[in-house]
């Protein structure tokens, strides 16, 4: 079984910056992708960033192109969402899932595993 647990959430004025993290243990697999998700209430939850743990090919969501920056840590089994440039829409609850995967997926079928969330809010 892998666990998921995401920290580093917070309230942040707009044009700030904020890191996330997120650590998997338990037994993880040759093949490896881990990825941020956003939701917000009555919306379904949305890609964000990915990242394949072994190789680091990341995939981005246009959005967050160019003020998110997606990194990991393979030794640790841990990965970043370093967050400038961000606005109000930003502000939603983030989650970390991990998978099975070659290549980072957008998908959020692909993921088995995910944290509990964690809330960024972005004031104006």
């Known amino acids: 079984q892998v666990h998921v647990v995401e920290s580093g959430g917070g309230l942040v004025q707009a044009g700030g910056s904020l890191r996330l993290s997120c650590t998997s243990s338990?037994?993880?697999?040759?093949?490896?992708?881990m990825a941020w998700f956003r939701q917000t209430p009555g919306l379904e939850r949305a890609f964000v960033a990915a990242?394949?743990?072994?190789?680091?090919?990341?995939s981005y969501d246009d959005s967050v192109k160019g003020r998110f920056t997606i990194s990991r840590d393979s030794v640790r089994n841990t990965i970043y969402l370093q967050m400038s440039s961000l606005t109000p829409n930003d502000t939603a609850v983030y989650f970390c899932?991990?998978?099975?995967?070659?290549?980072?997926?957008?998908?959020?079928?692909?993921?088995?595993?995910w944290g509990q969330g964690t809330q960024v809010t972005v004031s104006s």
């Open positions: 899932a991990g998978g099975l995967l070659a290549a980072p997926s957008r998908r959020l079928a692909d993921y088995r595993y």
């Open positions: 990242v394949n743990m072994y190789d680091s090919n990341t």
């Open positions: 338990g037994r993880i697999f040759s093949r490896f992708a």
